[in-house]
């Protein structure tokens, strides 16, 4: 099986402006949840989504929220870009975010300038 | 809330050796999973071992095993025969059973080994 893909790799951005990550999670997972990767604050959970509906949600502010399609692939985006958005942005995904570990994708590296 | 560390920021350890990680969590629940995660510098986190909090059993995935102390909160990862591609950033991760997918993490131990 394919495993976790996100896209793009990595981004640039400027603060003010939006910004919109895909992840394709592997084939027959219903869960994806989105982590914040920072050297400061470390790994954070973002939220989770299952079957299309957001399950968990961490303590981020209202910027930053997700959707997830019939097909369980996921965005999240973040609006009114800070510095302190950049981060590697890391999606996981589990057939039903219960019992099975997380498979992690490659991240996607964005850069607010 | 649930919260884990890792109190030991860097190792190194020197090939072939054996080499211990240390995590502990503060949790009021009885049913959880316990992980440990390698990120290499290539950033792709890559699942190491697993533990179900209501088996006794320590997990054993080759070369590495824990140590699962569950009235101490404490799960530790042994690495044998450490390899040069152990070199990595070692997380452990917490997951309640009713919380779906949301993994807590601690800081992270950076592994050196050395050759």
């Known amino acids: 099986k394919a495993g976790v893909t996100q896209t793009p790799r990595y981004l640039i951005k400027t603060r003010g402006q939006q910004v919109t990550l895909s992840c394709s999670p592997i084939?027959?997972?219903?869960?994806v949840s989105w982590y914040q990767q920072t050297p400061g604050q470390g790994l954070q959970f973002l939220f989770e989504y299952f079957s299309e509906t957001q399950r968990n949600k961490g303590n981020f502010p209202g910027r930053f929220s997700g959707r997830q399609f019939s097909n369980s692939r996921s965005e999240m985006n973040v609006s009114t870009l800070e510095l302190g958005d950049s981060a590697l942005y890391l999606c996981?995904?589990?057939?039903?975010?219960?019992?099975?570990?997380?498979?992690f994708g490659p991240g996607t590296r964005l850069t607010v300038t | 809330a649930q919260t884990v560390t890792q109190s030991q920021p860097e190792m190194s350890v020197q090939e072939a050796e054996t080499v211990t990680l240390s995590c502990t969590y503060d949790t009021s629940e009885s049913n959880y999973y316990l992980f440990w995660y390698k990120q290499p510098p290539s950033r792709q986190m890559i699942l190491v071992i697993r533990q179900e909090a209501y088996k006794q059993q320590n997990a054993t995935e080759n070369r590495f095993s824990v140590n699962f102390q569950k009235a101490a909160k404490s799960f530790s990862l042994k690495i044998s025969d450490s390899q040069l591609g152990d070199t990595a950033m070692y997380f452990c991760a917490f997951k309640s059973y009713n919380q779906g997918g949301k993994l807590i993490f601690g800081q992270g131990t950076e592994l050196s080994v050395k050759p």
């Open positions: 084939s027959g997972h219903r869960s």
């Open positions: 996981a995904s589990s057939p039903d975010g219960g019992t099975g570990e997380q498979y």
